[in-house]
């Protein structure tokens, strides 16, 4: 095409705001976890009405270390959905449990709820229901599941003791600033990990944290054990040892090393400060791209209802009836035109590492329909609508051309 032009996936959304953030970092003298680290921390609170929140090195890291709070270990049980990244399921295995991976519902990105019952079992402690694409998941419906095999619940520890069912410790790495039934991400499930990767609608570069709302314990103890985890077991941390006469601390465990430094921190408060109108511009791009592939024949993610409002991470395309091949032309096409696509998500019992564990794709039918004819499309804030428009007709010209030739190929 004479026109062709470069459409990036999912780059990060940076200004001279964070440019000039990190600058002042850097000159503070101040570069590793500090005060800006903790200012994030106060200002997510209060955008996701959790009772607290701990800034981390990733998300992953965030629901390990959910993970280890809960004491969750060798003997237990987490359950999680197979259509995800491995991200929500490998903490369950760093920590020594066992994953129990569950189906979609057809048809559907979430989890199959009819099902999740019949998973739970006296060995279950956490339930991990991944928000994709920035829609938050049926919480009411999933916590009723969870709540009706209570008698099943066998808490371990002083911690669990403080819930009468299977915890809900939520992968919600797309979710910041969506909320359901008017309650933000952060605030629903027992747990909620955030993630601040490159990708993600709000960036550190690297990054992640972890939200809690109220359950019955101090969270103030809970932040400081989390703090704990996060820096080798370390009683003070850097900014506490400055404090005159003030070196001496004790290692309360092996503890590992996730914390969020103050560069990445000063980065996060920057977009922080950007974010309402960062996502208002992707509600905006949605919108075009509702209207503009209405008459193609594909079922897109909906981000917007009565019940929730999305963040708006993904735009998640499927194309019902057909197949990877099919869908992998149309990427192959795209890229023709200068357009980069993804895909969300291969299920986990497609790679090796969960095929080793035991897991096969056969026993997850509705995640390989959902992953065989999905295509992700651009969805990010430096887009125009201009962007839009063309990645709409690059699509539309590719999913007339695989389907030639697939007919040709056919006759």
């Not at 270390?65 to 903490?91: F, M, N, Q």
């Not at 938050?136 to 916590?143: G, I, P, S, T």
């Not at 990708?199 to 101090?218: I, P, Q, S």
Request: with cysteine; net charge negative; hydrophobic share 40%.
């Amino acid at each position: 095409m004479d026109d062709k032009r470069h459409i990036a996936f999912s780059p990060p959304d940076i200004s001279q705001a964070e440019i000039d953030a990190v600058a002042e970092a850097m000159r503070s003298g101040w570069i590793t976890t500090g005060p800006k680290t903790k200012e994030l921390e106060h200002r997510l609170a209060d955008l996701t009405k959790a009772a607290g929140v701990a800034c981390l090195s990733s998300a992953t890291a965030a629901l390990e270390c959910a993970l280890r709070a809960l004491g969750i270990g060798p003997g237990d049980e987490v359950i999680v959905p197979a259509y995800t990244y491995t991200a929500s399921c490998s903490p369950i295995c760093h920590v020594g449990a066992t994953p129990v991976l569950i189906d979609t519902a057809p048809g559907s990105f979430e989890m199959n709820y009819a099902e999740l019952g019949d998973l739970v079992t006296e060995r279950t402690r956490a339930v991990i229901p991944v928000d994709i694409a920035g829609r938050m998941c049926d919480y009411d419906r999933l916590e009723g599941v969870l709540l009706s095999k209570k008698a099943l619940w066998r808490p371990q520890n002083d911690l669990q003791r403080l819930f009468d069912r299977v915890v809900i410790v939520a992968d919600g790495a797309h979710s910041l600033g969506a909320d359901y039934h008017g309650r933000p991400s952060g605030s629903v499930a027992d747990f909620t990990a955030f993630s601040f990767h490159a990708v993600k609608n709000l960036t550190t570069a690297e990054g992640g944290a972890l939200a809690w709302r109220n359950g019955g314990f101090d969270n103030e103890e809970f932040y400081r054990g989390i703090m704990l985890q996060s820096l080798h077991g370390q009683t003070k941390d850097a900014l506490a040892k400055t404090q005159a006469s003030s070196w001496e601390y004790d290692i309360a465990f092996p503890g590992w090393k996730c914390n969020m430094t103050d560069i990445q921190a000063a980065i996060g408060l920057a977009q922080l400060d950007r974010y309402p109108n960062l996502l208002a511009r992707r509600r905006e791009i949605i919108a075009r791209y509702e209207a503009g592939l209405a008459d193609a024949d594909v079922t897109l993610v909906k981000h917007f209802g009565d019940w929730a409002n999305s963040s708006g991470h993904l735009m998640l395309v499927r194309m019902p009836g057909k197949d990877e091949a099919f869908r992998n032309r149309v990427i192959e096409l795209m890229a023709e035109d200068g357009v980069a696509t993804n895909v969300h998500y291969k299920p986990l019992p497609m790679f090796t590492a969960y095929r080793n564990l035991g897991f096969d794709i056969a026993d997850y039918p509705n995640a390989y329909n959902q992953y065989r004819c999905e295509i992700t499309l651009p969805l990010h804030t430096l887009l125009s609508d201009d962007d839009v428009d063309y990645t709409i007709g690059s699509f539309k010209r590719a999913f007339a051309r695989a389907s030639d030739q697939t007919k040709r190929e056919s006759d």
